[in-house]
């Protein structure tokens, strides 16, 4: 079972660029199709981004193309977000997930971390 841990959030202005990490731990990682998805106030959890368990093939919604850039490193485990051009409506809680298997996963995750926080100001 795999647990995973985010970090990289925080207030940001906009325009700037974001590195979020996902550490994952207790899984074989490179067995697992990776996600992101954000929740911002009031709103439902949406789909950001996803990729492959080995790496390379990736998948995203039309609205997150173009400045969202999801990627992993299966030697160390971990899992990124990279953001640019952060936007206020950027604003949102942003979890990483893992689902067992080797596709790209747009829903179905049963492995989520706590989520962390991504403010925007304008």
């Known amino acids: 079972q795999v647990q995973l841990v985010e970090s990289g959030g925080g207030l940001v202005q906009a325009g700037d660029s974001l590195r979020l990490s996902c550490a994952a731990s207790?899984?074989?990682?490179?067995?697992?199709?990776m996600g992101w998805f954000r929740q911002a106030p009031g709103k439902e959890r949406e789909f950001v981004a996803a990729i492959r368990s080995s790496g390379g093939t990736t998948n995203y919604p039309d609205s997150m193309k173009g400045r969202f850039t999801i990627s992993r490193d299966n030697r160390k485990n971990m899992v990124y977000l990279q953001i640019i051009s952060l936007k206020p409506e950027d604003t949102a809680i942003y979890y990483c997930a893992a689902r067992p298997g080797s596709g790209v996963y747009v829903s179905g995750y049963g492995y989520w971390g706590q989520g962390t926080q991504v403010t925007v100001s304008s």
């Open positions: 207790g899984g074989t990682f490179s067995s697992y199709g």
